[in-house]
């Protein structure tokens, strides 16, 4: 049985099979605020970190013509087509908890991921 916490509600935002949950596009639109205008987080996924593949997370005010742009509330994310390919499916969601706060993404496609959650083996 999955997750509950993990499944998006009618609130998150979709795009391109990438979803952000309502708690994520609070937190964004929190930081995005103290940026300059037109600011964005860029969320990417890298080579590296302990399982294989990291997920990076960037503020920018760049978006190449390709990107996917997932806006709502006073909060953008971009991400590019070629890290869509390993996130096709993902959820983006903010979690506040005991061990702190932090952006965790659930990864379908991941068969196995590090413990601060960062990076992730397909």
């Known amino acids: 049985m999955a997750d509950a916490s993990l499944v998006p509600s009618a609130e998150d935002v979709a795009a391109t099979d990438v979803a952000v949950t309502a708690s994520a596009v609070r937190r964004i639109a929190e930081?995005?605020?103290?940026e300059p205008p037109e600011?964005?987080?860029?969320?990417?996924v890298e080579g590296g970190g302990c399982s294989g593949f990291q997920y990076k997370f960037d503020i920018t005010r760049e978006k190449a013509a390709d990107d996917i742009v997932i806006?709502?509330?006073?909060a953008t994310v971009v991400v590019d087509?070629?890290?869509l390919e390993y996130m096709s499916g993902s959820h983006i969601d903010f979690v506040d908890d005991l061990i702190g706060a932090s952006f965790k993404i659930s990864n379908p496609h991941a068969t196995a991921s590090c413990g601060c959650?960062?990076?992730f083996a397909l």
Request: hydrophobic share 40%.
């Open 31 to 34: 930081i995005l605020a103290t």
């Open 39 to 44: 600011s964005m987080l860029r969320v990417s």
């Open 71 to 74: 806006a709502r509330d006073g």
């Open 81 to 83: 087509p070629v890290s």
């Open 117 to 119: 959650g960062t990076s």
